[in-house]
């Protein structure tokens, strides 16, 4: 059974920085390319970031480039967010989201359940 599961959403000051971690299981994490998606009340489900399954490239919406970077560890399963200078406007749910496996036409994706991140004073 695949698992996401997002970790590390907080309540935070503006300029702060947060952690995010999404945990997986049920699949073989190298194999897939994984991506982090936001989405703040009453608004559309957006991309922040993406990462190759092989982690050699990574990809940033032009809203978080500079200040977040996208990580995987497959030793451990888990993909990261590091989110440094958050503003208000970075207040969202955070989703993992992964597809592969890469190259296959049985493909699939999953979506973890989110974090609730919050940058206010």
Same mark, same amino acid.
């Given at each position: 059974q695949v698992q996401l599961v997002e970790s590390g959403g907080a309540l935070v000051q503006p300029g702060g920085s947060l952690r995010l971690s999404c945990t997986t299981s049920g699949f073989t994490f190298s194999t897939?390319?994984?991506r982090w998606y936001r989405q703040a009340p009453g608004k559309e489900r957006d991309f922040v970031a993406g990462i190759a399954s092989t982690g050699a490239v990574t990809t940033y919406a /032009?809203?978080?480039? $500079?200040?977040?970077t996208i990580s995987r /560890?497959?030793?451990k399963n888990t993909m990261y967010l590091q989110m440094n200078d958050l503003t208000p406007e970075d207040t969202a749910v955070y989703y993992c989201w992964?597809? $592969?496996p890469i $190259?296959?036409?049985d493909a699939r /994706?999953?979506?973890g359940q989110g974090t609730?991140?919050?940058v206010s004073s």
């Open positions: 897939y390319a994984m /032009d809203s978080v480039k $500079g200040r977040f /560890d497959s030793a992964a597809i $592969g $190259g296959s036409r /994706d999953y979506w609730q991140v919050t």
